[in-house]
């Protein structure tokens, strides 16, 4: 298998990226760790004129903190989430979610902006983004535009992306020092994309009851998914098992996969809620970790 002939641009700046991106519109790709492209180029699934690599641009691999945002460039390789103290010391969910993706090998040359503009429904980084309430920035021909993430994914392999456009960066708010995160999924493989999956941060009161629970699921539908029903069922409530496997079950009528090689949609629709469960109940122990 190879590639349809492309050209090939290299630019070293993002207006360059930009403007490549502009007189080549829909006929251009942006190569960033080609984690993905470069297999979907060989099976001739996409055929652009133009291969715009990014990997050239400094400005986008800057993990870099402004006031309470974290700031990821688009073309920061995914390990490097792993290992930044600054991510882990600011958004914890981060480093644990990012160590599900695919191999080390993998993640050494996947970005985080080429995650999420692939938008791969059950990619961990799309799940995170929505569930930490993260803002995706794009530039193109008329400027900067800052999408949050909840809008931004808008179904399977679809984003919120302009044909001119490039994600140049992805903003997350810090996680309150109080505040729990979880992050479960189940593959068949270690490495192997999940059938489901979810991302939880929590936050609890004096009384230990739910101030505010953030809940994004992988795997379930076309694209990544807020779990809102879940979210407002426990919220003032008190962490039980029952409490939270109740409010788990909320999530199962947003599972829309169907069968599929690799599960039914009955299996799917029952990990869905076991997914979820076992991240809020690990974002609740580790609230609790921090107020000790
Ligand atoms: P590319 O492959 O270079 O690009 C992907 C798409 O995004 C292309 O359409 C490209 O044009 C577009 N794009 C990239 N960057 C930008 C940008 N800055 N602006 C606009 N458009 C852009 N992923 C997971 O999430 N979970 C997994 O478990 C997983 N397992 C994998 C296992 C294997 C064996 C392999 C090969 C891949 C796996 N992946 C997995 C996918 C991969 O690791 C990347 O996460 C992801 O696909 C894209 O990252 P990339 O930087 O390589 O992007």
Redesign the pocket.
């Known amino acids: 298998m190879k590639p349809p002939p492309f050209t090939y641009c290299d630019p070293e700046s993002v207006g360059e990226a930009v403007a490549l991106k502009s007189e080549y519109g829909n006929d251009s790709?942006?190569?960033?760790?080609?984690?993905?492209?470069?297999?979907?180029l060989n099976m001739r699934l996409?055929r652009p004129e133009a291969l715009i690599d990014?990997n050239k641009i400094g400005d986008?691999q800057k993990i870099e903190r402004r006031a309470d945002i974290l700031e990821v460039g688009?073309?920061v390789r995914?390990y490097e989430l792993e290992d930044h103290p600054l991510v882990g010391e600011l958004v914890p969910l981060l480093p644990e979610a990012t160590g599900?993706?695919?191999?080390i090998e993998?993640?050494r040359?996947?970005?985080v902006?080429?995650?999420l503009?692939?938008a791969?429904s059950?990619?961990?980084?799309p799940c995170t983004a929505v569930a930490l309430d993260a803002t995706v920035v794009?530039h193109g021909p008329a400027g900067t535009r800052t999408i949050a993430a909840q809008d931004f994914f808008q179904g399977w392999m679809t984003t919120a992306?302009e044909p001119e456009?490039?994600?140049?960066a992805v903003r997350y708010p810090v996680t309150p020092w109080t505040a729990g995160h979880g992050f479960v999924e189940v593959?068949r493989r270690v490495?192997?994309?999940?059938l489901a999956g979810a991302a939880a941060v929590v936050n609890l009161d004096e009384e230990g009851r739910f101030t505010s629970v953030s809940v994004g699921v992988l795997g379930i539908s076309d694209t990544t998914v807020r779990a809102f029903a879940v979210e407002s069922a426990l919220i003032g409530e008190a962490p039980t098992e029952e409490n939270i496997a109740r409010a788990a079950e909320e999530i199962v009528p947003s599972v829309t996969s169907g069968d599929d090689l690799h599960a039914t949609r009955a299996y799917r629709r029952h990990l869905a809620s076991v997914v979820v469960s076992r991240a809020i109940t690990a974002a609740v122990a580790r609230a609790h970790e921090r107020s000790n």
Request: proline share 2%; no cysteine.
């Open positions: 790709l942006v190569l960033a760790g080609g984690q993905s492209l470069l297999p979907m996409a990014i986008l688009a073309g995914q599900h993706i695919g191999h993998n993640r040359r996947g970005t902006g080429g995650s503009a692939h791969d059950a990619a961990e980084l794009v992306l456009e490039v994600l140049v593959a490495g192997d994309l999940a």
